[in-house]
């Protein structure tokens, strides 16, 4: 028996094809939504792989330090060092900010997560784990580490609040949960950036404490400038980092740091659902509002072409009927078309998200488990779509081949 | 009353009836009808007087109210259908030429003629064959790989005898086959089908109002207010 799906969808190829590359472009757009998601939750695995932490420490009841502001002392990584089950641990800050590029053709900002390392070598928690040029810092101050996604090249000059760095070395794929592009520099200098002001506010802030009496007493010299100079630096940081050895679990090394270091810790998979379930939940549910969407306007689009083009066989459906063709047979023709308009679809569709993807300022991932999950769903909403035009030619009368 | 002989097309107090009650209209009383094999009888009646009611009632397409209907040796109806699959009968046992050719546009013309036989379980190639013979007979051969849209009226008409002739069916029902030909095109499918039948044995059955070809019939059913009437028709040439 021949197809007669496939000889009438050779006869209207032309219809056929771009209605399918519309429909294409319609399941690209889906597809670019879906990895829109992937790329987000994969941006926040990144960072805590690339993190080289097993543990979190962080404020107490607070949660931080990317979901959550975070501040603890300096100092509390040396007594955390020295725990049980501890093989390293690193101070480390995170400030998402505006970063200046200085260039001849003047500053151009890029928005970038300024992250705070402490003075070692690669592999110590927080440090990038690879470079793909150029060194990692060697100086206490004013070198940095950028992503290449922030369109930084080796040399360039940095302007971070007041201060200039010079880029020594490049990453890839070292972004925030939201996609920025990160910039490594030494700890002290970022917690410098984080809380300086501009001379102005410090002036007026010495002024404000010279004037109370609580902090410039007569009887007590010295007090005033040891006021002053602890206003001025900033002894805090937004977690430590902690790598654990390898024969402790990591809740062995977590319980005792909350219990007595009254801080809060969280392991990696804590950290994963904040990430993922928490500071990326409301986008992940505007996309999936945006695929539901999607999902219903390409199942109308399929119903009704299907629709229509069944309507304009209604004749030909009613003579096939009247010699004898079965309605299984009709349904088939119908339900084919509509599948073979889906994988064109789906084809046109994936080949576009592909090239597509690139060209998006965030990291866009199209998984083959998606691509997969996205043809089944193109096929069932097809197979549902073309319901309609199967009930209507199925009800159509063989005797309207027949005049009269 | 036409003889039953047992072959060709028979039917015997043949009625239907639309609706119930005070709304029912009776549209077929009491048919009474024969075609030979080989024959090609007229069926002709003013708009309403029961034509496409009988053409549909023999095309198994609806449901007589009542009668008895013989095709070829075999009871199709009395007073019910005695077989099972209506689909299948027509399928194999009826053929069916149309007002227009009704061609399928996405076939080509071996394939619209093929279509039949496939259908009934014919491998492709044997439905082919034989969808090529008849196109031979009626000297559509050369546009055996044309589309229908390409064909002239008159080579689609053909086209659609050889599809209602495919499967060998013993009687032919054609729906006004010569409405949109000229007087020309119009004998020349009279002539086909005449032919056809005596080649093929098959009963035929034209419902028409093409004053052009009435002549050329040797037995003419009039049909009014769903009532037959059977009268010797002129059986002119067809030249």
């Known amino acids: 028996m021949i197809s007669l799906a496939g000889r009438d969808i050779l006869h209207a190829w032309g219809k056929f094809i771009f209605t399918g590359v519309g429909l294409g472009l319609l399941i690209g757009v889906t597809l670019t939504m879906a990895g829109v998601y992937r790329g987000m939750v994969d941006d926040g695995k990144v960072l805590l792989d690339n993190s080289g932490a097993d543990l979190w420490v962080v404020q107490k009841d607070t949660l931080g330090p990317y979901a959550e502001s975070s501040s603890i002392p300096d100092d509390v990584w040396r007594s955390i060092r020295t725990m049980p089950g501890v093989a390293e641990a690193a101070n480390v800050t995170y400030l998402t900010m505006q970063v200046a590029r200085q260039s001849n053709a003047g500053d151009q900002d890029v928005r970038a997560m300024v992250v705070g390392i402490t003075a070692g070598e690669a592999g110590t928690p927080g440090w990038p784990p690879q470079l793909v040029a150029g060194r990692q810092i060697t100086r206490g101050h004013y070198e940095a580490v950028a992503d290449i996604a922030a369109g930084f090249q080796l040399g360039d000059v940095l302007k971070i609040r007041r201060n200039h760095y010079t880029v020594v070395g490049l990453t890839r794929r070292m972004v925030s949960s939201s996609g920025d592009p990160m910039v490594f520099i030494p700890l002290k200098d970022a917690q410098e950036a984080q809380f300086l002001k501009d001379n102005d506010a410090i002036l007026m802030q010495r002024r404000r404490t010279e004037a109370n009496p609580a902090f410039n007493r007569p009887g007590v010299p010295g007090l005033l400038d040891a006021v002053i100079a602890s206003q001025t630096s900033n002894s805090s940081v937004n977690a430590v980092l902690v790598r654990i050895q390898p024969e402790f679990s990591q809740e062995e090394v977590a319980e005792p740091i909350r219990r007595w270091k009254r801080l809060t810790v969280y392991d990696r998979a804590q950290m ?133 | 009353m036409a003889e039953n002989t047992g072959k060709g097309i028979h039917i015997e107090g043949l009625s239907k009836r639309y609706g119930e009650g005070d709304t029912a209209v009776l549209a077929l009383k009491d048919v009474n009808m024969h075609v030979a094999p080989g024959e090609v009888v007229g069926l002709i009646g003013p708009s309403g007087s029961g034509k496409s009611t009988l053409l549909k009632c023999l095309g198994a397409v609806i449901d007589p109210t009542a009668g008895r209907m013989v095709l070829g040796d075999e009871t199709i109806f009395d007073n019910g259908w005695k077989v099972r699959d209506l689909r299948a009968l027509r399928r194999d046992k009826i053929g069916f030429v149309f007002q227009a050719p009704y061609l399928i546009p996405f076939l080509d013309v071996t394939d619209n003629v093929a279509l039949l036989p496939m259908l009934a379980g014919l491998p492709n190639e044997e439905a082919r064959v034989r969808a090529l013979e008849l196109l031979t007979a009626l000297d559509v051969q050369h546009r055996a790989k044309a589309m229908p849209s390409q064909l002239s009226g008159g080579e689609q008409q053909r086209v659609a005898i050889a599809r209602g002739l495919v499967n060998r069916p013993p009687v032919i029902l054609a729906d006004e086959p010569t409405a949109p030909l000229d007087s020309v095109r119009a004998m020349a499918v009279i002539r086909i089908l005449n032919d056809m039948a005596k080649r093929f044995e098959t009963a035929v059955i034209v419902v028409t109002h093409d004053e052009k070809i009435i002549p050329t019939f040797k037995r003419i059913y009039h049909i009014r207010d769903g009532i037959t009437h059977e009268e010797a028709g002129e059986g002119r040439s067809f030249d």
């Not at chain 1, 945006?290 to 003579?319: C, G, H, N, P, Q």
């Open chain 1, 272 to 404: 994963e659902s904040i990430l993922v379930g928490k500071l990326i939940a409301t986008s992940a549910k505007q996309i999936g509002m945006f695929l539901v969407i999607l999902a219903l306007v390409s199942a109308a689009i399929v119903a009704f072409i299907i629709y229509t083009l069944t309507m304009d066989k209604i004749r030909e459906i009613a003579v096939l009927k009247l010699i004898g063709t079965r309605n299984r047979t009709i349904a088939g023709m119908i339900l084919q078309q509509a599948l073979v308009l889906g994988v064109i679809g789906f084809v046109v569709g994936k080949i576009s998200a592909t090239f597509a993807a690139p060209l998006f300022p965030k990291y866009v991932l199209l998984t083959p488990v998606d691509s997969a999950l996205g043809f089944f769903a193109v096929l069932v909403i097809c197979v549902l779509s073309s319901i309609v035009a199967i009930r209507m030619a199925l009800k159509v009368d063989p005797a309207e081949a027949i005049g009269g």
